[in-house]
């Protein structure tokens, strides 16, 4: 998959596939504003702005879930590289060396395990962050409520049904070993 390196975090290279990351991007944008617009009743002016800080807020969580992959492949020492924003236009990937050798089935679940737990560990902070919020109502209390909902449900509790593409298939094909 093309993509361009972006530059570093935290001792990663981050790099984006640019059309998947733009094309999903707008695609999310578009799904969000429909449904501030229709679900919320915000005015168009509340969606479009909410929609798009919800899209940065939704590549914060991508970026945090793939943190904590790198922090549980250091762990084990066997190191991530980089992530890779713009999998499957709205998702990121851990990136790991080509000429990594064969690694025992428990470094391999640990690695896949990191992004789940620092997503929960993210959802625990964003629901603080919600209870603090909350009083505030409006748009601020909707994208907390966002941000959380996502961590939680996509990036921790979804990440583990095996998908074929993400951390719950290879949970799967390395627990049978």
Do not use: C
Request: aromatic share 12%.
């Amino acid at each position: 998959m093309h993509s361009i390196k972006l530059g570093s975090l935290f001792g990663l290279e981050l790099r984006v596939a640019p059309l998947l990351f733009l094309n999903g991007s707008v695609a999310l944008w578009i799904a969000l504003v429909a449904s501030a617009v229709i679900v919320l009743r915000w005015s168009w002016l509340d969606a479009l702005i909410g929609g798009l800080i919800a899209v940065i807020l939704h590549w914060d969580g991508e970026i945090m879930h793939q943190l904590g992959h790198a922090w549980a492949a250091r762990r084990v020492g066997s190191p991530m590289f980089g992530i890779r924003l713009g999998t499957l236009g709205i998702f990121s990937t851990a990136l790991y060396p080509r000429d990594e050798p064969a690694l025992p089935a428990r470094i391999h679940i640990t690695r896949a395990l990191g992004g789940p737990i620092a997503s929960v560990i993210v959802s625990l902070v964003a629901g603080m962050i919600v209870l603090a919020l909350d009083p505030i109502g409006g748009i601020v209390r909707a994208l907390a409520w966002f941000f959380l909902f996502e961590n939680f449900f996509v990036f921790a509790l979804g990440a583990l049904l095996p998908l074929g593409f993400n951390d719950g298939s290879t949970l799967l094909e390395w627990w049978k070993k």
